[in-house]
């Protein structure tokens, strides 16, 4: 078989591989951590560990366990021992497809699709935080009933003791 048909049908075996993988859907809060576990207990000498992520599959590690010296970055720790990979403090802008990947004779490939949600907004507004204008519209209002209230008062009074000086001049008479 010449070299381009193999690399050919090769081409075709990995997009059907890829295909056919299994996704494992991740959703977290903003703040929190994750860990993606490729389901290997002890990775052995000169196992291949790569992490990628998002469409142009970024490395994010690249490692030769037992020849390579790795510097954990900030956020993202690697497990020497798993090949899992942890991401701390999420953020939304970590939201992503990443790929983990054991390169051995077994070999090991994982997708993890991980969808990172900012925490829900607190809306209600405790009863003492209201606006200052809304209690001073209160206040004003019972202010102007109890007015009201007393001025009806105060015309219903004197109309009843006109009537009863009215009454009484006329009974005298």
Known sequence: MSPLICSGIFAILLVALTAAEEVQHLTKKTGENVTFDLGVQDLKHDDHVVWSHGASSSVIYNVYIGKDLINQRRRFDLSLRTGSLTIHALSSGD?????????????????FNLTVEDPIPVTSDPPHSREPWVIAVIVIGCIFCVGLFSYALKTYFEKTRVNLTSSSSSSSL
């Open 95 to 111: 939201s992503d497809v990443y790929l983990g990947q054991i390169i051995n004779g077994r070999g090991t490939r994982k997708r």
